[in-house]
């Protein structure tokens, strides 16, 4: 790889700018300065300094957020802020998007990447990726919803959900829920209340496949997935 698109890649500049640091003398390659823009680097092998710091190459990211409410999962909209936005400026360059969408009013767990296979992938209906959700339903949630969530619910539209797995933490007015599903389909979670006479007030996301919501993140903070944890989304994409 060219040096200047490296560096450029890397969020120090555009290639110009690029330019303007290799000509100040502000690169090094294995110990040595270089300011020639053309010089082909060896990401794995090559150890590349700018103004002293090294350069480590990364092509994707891959990252864990705990969404707030009022939040667009969304790259970008001429009305609302976005997932994108709350990130900071050094992991913006990288442009990662919202592997699938959480509503605004919805917390939680929110995978963000680059990686655009892996994304489609992930979300792939063939795939069936299970994801946890946890929520306050206005109504007393029975084990007749159980029954009915492990069957399949018709929404609104007519579509016939696939099975979700409904686990009751506490029926009353205002029941506390688990639910697993395998779909993602527009505001589904709170639809498939709706198909048995109840509403959502509050959902969070817990979890996507293997990686379970950091507990240590607030609303709103994000950080990368460990490389075992980026282990595990590969492991069930590529199954």
Not at 17 to 25: A, F, P, R, W
Not at 85 to 106: A, C, N
Not at 113 to 142: E, I
Request: glycine share 8%.
């Amino acid at each position: 790889m060219r040096l200047d698109k490296l560096l450029s890649n890397m969020g120090f500049g555009s290639r110009k700018e690029v330019g303007k640091l290799l000509k100040k003398g502000a690169v090094k390659v294995n110990e040595e300065t270089v300011k020639s823009s053309s010089l082909q680097v060896d990401t794995e092998k090559d150890y590349i300094t700018i103004l002293g710091e090294q350069v480590i190459y990364k092509e994707f990211v891959y990252l864990m957020m705990n969404k707030p409410q009022g939040i667009l999962s969304a790259t970008e909209d001429s009305r609302d802020e976005t997932v994108v936005d709350i990130l900071e400026e050094e992991d913006q360059h990288f442009k990662p998007f919202p592997v699938g969408r959480l509503d605004k009013d919805t917390e939680g767990f929110l995978l963000l990447t680059n990686d655009g296979k892996l994304a489609h992938n992930l979300l792939s209906p063939k795939k069936g990726v299970p994801k946890v959700y946890f929520a306050h339903v206005s109504g007393v949630v029975t084990e007749e919803d159980v029954v009915e969530f492990e069957r399949g619910v018709m929404l609104d539209d007519g579509y016939v959900t696939k099975p979700g797995i409904l686990r009751i933490i506490k029926s009353a007015e205002l029941s506390e829920i688990e639910l697993t599903i395998t779909e993602g389909k527009y505001h589904q979670v709170k639809r498939m209340f709706e198909a048995v006479g109840k509403k959502v007030v509050y959902l969070k996301r817990l979890s996507m496949g293997p990686l379970v919501l950091d507990d240590e993140l607030k609303l709103g903070e994000y950080r990368d997935l460990t490389e075992s944890e980026i282990a595990l989304l590969f492991n069930i994409s590529e199954k």
